[in-house]
């Protein structure tokens, strides 16, 4: 059976193609503007007793990505909880969650939100599986936005279906504080490994948390008669199983934080953060 060819949605809803010549035929560079707060929210007057406000600057991550793939190859695309990620890694950044820490980023895709996060984190750590030349694609996009990023940043293999890591890998997870994944979630196979993936992360060397961005997408099924999202029906009963097993703290997380990057906050954008504790 052919694979199908899926574009993401958020090519259509914003222009942010840019005139710049990509690197690869059949990918293009994209401008992602975001807003960047000063500061640390503390209220301060200036000398005639005026309220003096720190106003957030403009920026951009510049991103080379595929305008449309085969379902494998999705991570080279840009997708809508990526941005949604972001705006919570600035949120987390600007009030100090993200100070000191080590973060590591799973199934990066073009390694968008790693680099959000090297504005704040101690260090991050992006990974992705080795399939595509989607690693050659981060550390490329890393080199766009090299003046942005203020941490250590190492791009590294990761595939959810393997379950032994080579030492360095595995050094690297017993130093994570936090990890990231956005829209990881599109085949239940993969939903599987994910699942088992950060079993293992969230049990090496805890406490870790993990935020898991994700978007329910919804098809129509005679057997349900209705519209239903099978895939993230998929990931909640393996949350489901995987915690009674963990001792782990899981919450769905709020996403009322405030709007950095320019996208649309659909309803059906979700935030897992899912904790484990000190043996």
């Not at 840009?78 to 949120?91: E, P, Q, S, Y």
């Not at 595939?159 to 936090?178: A, H, R």
């Not at 990890?179 to 085949?187: F, L, T």
Request: glycine content about 6%; overall charge negative; proline content about 4%.
């Amino acid at each position: 059976m052919p694979e199908y060819t899926v574009t993401s949605e958020i090519y259509t809803e914003y222009d942010y193609k840019t005139c710049l010549k990509a690197s690869r035929e059949g990918n293009v560079v994209s401008e992602f503007p975001f807003l960047l707060p000063k500061g640390k929210n503390v209220v301060k007057f200036d000398a005639d007793n005026d309220l003096d406000i720190d106003r957030p600057q403009k920026e951009i991550i510049k991103i080379e990505h595929s305008s449309k793939t085969n379902i494998s190859l999705v991570g080279l695309q840009v997708w809508r909880g990526a941005f949604l990620l972001g705006d919570l890694l600035i949120h987390l950044g600007h009030t100090g969650g993200l100070t000191d820490k080590t973060v590591l980023e799973l199934g990066a895709g073009t390694g968008l939100t790693s680099f959000v996060a090297a504005i704040y984190a101690k260090k991050v750590i992006c990974t992705d599986i080795d399939l595509g030349g989607i690693l050659d694609l981060i550390k490329l996009n890393a080199k766009y936005n090299s003046k942005l990023m203020k941490s250590p940043f190492k791009v590294m293999p990761l595939d959810f279906t393997k379950t032994k890591w080579n030492p360095s890998l595995l050094t690297e997870i017993k130093q994570t504080d936090i990890i990231i994944a956005a829209d990881v979630i599109y085949d239940d196979d993969v939903t599987a490994a994910f699942i088992s993936t950060i079993q293992k992360i969230l049990g090496t060397n805890p406490p870790k948390t993990i935020y898991i961005v994700l978007e329910k997408r919804y098809v129509f099924t005679i057997e349900h008669m209705d519209s239903v999202a099978p895939c993230y029906e998929t990931f909640l009963s393996l949350l489901d199983q995987a915690k009674i097993h963990s001792d782990w703290s899981v919450e769905q997380m709020s996403t009322d934080f405030p709007k950095y990057f320019t996208y649309d906050r659909v309803k059906d954008l979700v935030l897992w953060k899912i904790s484990s504790k000190s043996s």
